[in-house]
């Protein structure tokens, strides 16, 4: 699993996004993790990409090292910002919980 970087702590290996969690809701668990580039353009608006991470609603996690870097990857390069949805997974929880969780992501991002 990844931390978050909220903040630019070494100057000489900066990193290339920020990013953090944000619970989507005070009455629920549901949470995104948000990248945001560290130098996006100026007087641009960048595009925001929802990803919903691989592991068919079973496996892993936002935080998950392969799915973290590629979602840095994509708000560096591309550059944009990326809203990683945090879904409860099956089978410790029935399979529309996840489908509700990215829903709710939506809905959040909407408002």
């Not at 990248?35 to 068919?56: E, Q, S």
């Not at 099956?90 to 509700?100: F, G, I, K, R, Y």
């Amino acid at each position: 699993m990844v931390d978050a970087t909220p903040s630019i702590t070494d100057p000489k290996n900066p990193p290339v996004t920020l990013s953090t969690d944000v619970q989507l809701s005070y009455k629920s668990k549901a949470h995104v993790h948000l990248y945001i580039p560290v130098n996006p353009p100026k007087d641009t608006k960048l595009p925001l990409i929802i990803y919903l991470h691989g592991g068919d609603f079973v496996l892993f996690s936002t935080l998950t090292v392969i799915f973290h870097n590629y979602c840095n990857n994509i708000a560096s390069q591309f550059p944009a910002v990326v809203v990683s949805v945090e879904c409860w997974l099956a089978p410790e929880n029935c399979l529309s919980t996840a489908s509700d969780d990215a829903m709710n992501a939506i809905f959040w991002i909407k408002n």
